[in-house]
């Protein structure tokens, strides 16, 4: 059964830095990209970027290129989304997915409730 | 990169059928055979419906459909059912600079 795990929600402060997880199983985890998309609260969806974790090759949306970073440790078949100095408006659920296109994300983590507050 | 174009709400009866729209442009919709769609139920992460534009992932029931014309995607549900209600979005490849948008949500009721 192919499963996303994702790490448990986070309260930050502004400024901080974060990494959440992603844990994939039941699949080749080299060979289907990993997706990761935000949901600010009460809003729609944002695609935020991919990783492949086979080679680490990563494709981020312009709108998160250099807000965020992806990263993978295939040994362990886990993704990352990390954060070097989190804001108020990085509140927000974090989806991650796995990806056999950029945008055909058929199995989706539970989600990861990212607060950032003073 | 905008986000797809879509109404902010649909509705219909039970059994009706209702189409749901997403208008891009040619760089994304109108340029690529890459249109998915999702289903969101509150407070539960989104699920696949439609790939390809008009394909539909195993177990998805036949109810749901998609199509394109120019730069609009559209999804169809046929025979609407009270378990249809939830928010849809669709979400477009948009070539190697962007990779992928999504639309800005529609939230299906069923009446």
């Known amino acids: 059964e192919v499963q996303l795990v994702q790490s448990g929600a986070e309260v930050k402060k502004p400024g901080e830095s974060l990494k959440i997880s992603c844990k994939g199983s039941?699949?080749?985890?080299?060979?289907?990209?990993i997706g990761w998309v935000r949901q600010m609260p009460g809003k729609g969806l944002e695609w935020m970027g991919i990783i492949y974790p086979g080679d680490s090759t990563t494709r981020y949306s312009p709108s998160f290129q250099g807000q965020v970073a992806m990263s993978a440790d295939k040994s362990i078949n886990t993704a990352y989304l990390l954060w070097s100095s989190l804001k108020a408006s990085d509140t927000a659920m974090y989806y991650c997915?796995?990806?056999?296109?950029?945008?055909?994300?058929?199995?989706w983590g539970q989600g990861t409730l990212v607060t950032v507050s003073s | 990169q905008s986000a797809l174009t879509q109404p902010p709400s649909a509705s219909g009866s039970p059994g009706q059928s209702v189409t749901i729209s997403c208008t891009g442009t040619?760089?994304?919709?109108?340029?690529?055979?890459?249109v998915s769609w999702y289903q969101q139920h509150p407070g539960k992460a989104p699920k696949l419906m439609i790939y390809e534009v008009t394909k539909r992932p195993s177990g998805v029931p036949d109810r749901f459909s998609g199509s394109k014309s120019g730069n609009t995607a559209s999804l169809t549900v046929s025979g609407l059912q009270a378990e249809d209600e939830a928010d849809y979005y669709c979400?477009?490849?948009?070539?190697?600079?962007?990779?992928?948008?999504f639309g800005g949500g529609t939230k299906l009721t069923v009446l």
């Open positions: 979400c477009s490849y948009a070539g190697s600079n962007n990779f992928g948008v």
């Open positions: 039941g699949y080749s985890f080299t060979t289907y990209w």
């Open positions: 040619s760089s994304d919709v109108g340029g690529y055979k890459y």
């Open positions: 997915a796995r990806g056999s296109s950029p945008i055909k994300f058929d199995y």
